[in-house]
């Protein structure tokens, strides 16, 4: 990198030291000109140097690149980021990186069915379709599964319940019995 960095430097002044030479001889032909037209000629042009060095310039994209490595990784609280974050993962094993506890158990059930086609499509679609997705909403992506909401539990007779109750009270108690005897 190090060889790279003093290749750039040396262009790069190979390149200054050109453009002045040539401003230089633009300078010389304007400033015979207006000596031949009785003009007073302009002041010679002078390049500023660089406010930047190369190392500095390395420096901002390594902390550029750093910053957004440390935010692809960290853990998201918004379900569509989420679901945008898994989607845009490039290989199923970073998938499975993804924090996703900020989906319920159906939502995850939904997005881990999905096939890789419509994975893309939701990569495509960005974080606000893919949080209008997860919540059943319309998103506006096409050729996306419904997700289904939870099969209600039936409620129980609350005369089972009781009857339960009982069976379980008569077991401990004929046990008991047992164990006594």
Not at 64 to 72: E, M, P
Not at 160 to 179: C, F, K, M, N, Y
Request: aromatic share 2%.
């Amino acid at each position: 990198m190090k060889g790279m960095l003093d290749f750039g430097r040396g262009g790069a002044i190979l390149g200054l030291r050109a453009m002045q030479a040539i401003l230089m001889a633009v300078h010389a032909v304007v400033a015979l000109l207006c000596r031949f037209l009785g003009v007073r000629p302009p002041a010679v042009p002078q390049i500023a140097p660089p406010r930047a060095t190369p190392e500095a310039i390395l420096d901002r994209y390594d902390s550029a690149l750093d910053r957004a490595i440390s935010r692809d990784n960290e853990p998201v609280r918004d379900a569509g980021a989420a679901v945008h974050q898994y989607a845009t993962a490039a290989h199923p094993h970073v998938r499975g990186a993804v924090d996703l506890t900020c989906l319920s158990d159906m939502q995850v059930g939904w997005l881990l069915g999905l096939s890789d086609a419509e994975l893309a499509r939701l990569a495509a679609a960005g974080p606000l379709a893919c949080q209008r997705a997860i919540t059943g909403k319309r998103s506006g992506i096409v050729g996306l599964p419904e997700m289904q909401p939870a099969a209600p539990q039936p409620e129980a007779d609350p005369r089972e319940r009781v009857r339960e109750a009982l069976r379980d009270r008569i077991q401990d108690t004929s046990g008991r019995a047992l164990a006594a005897a």
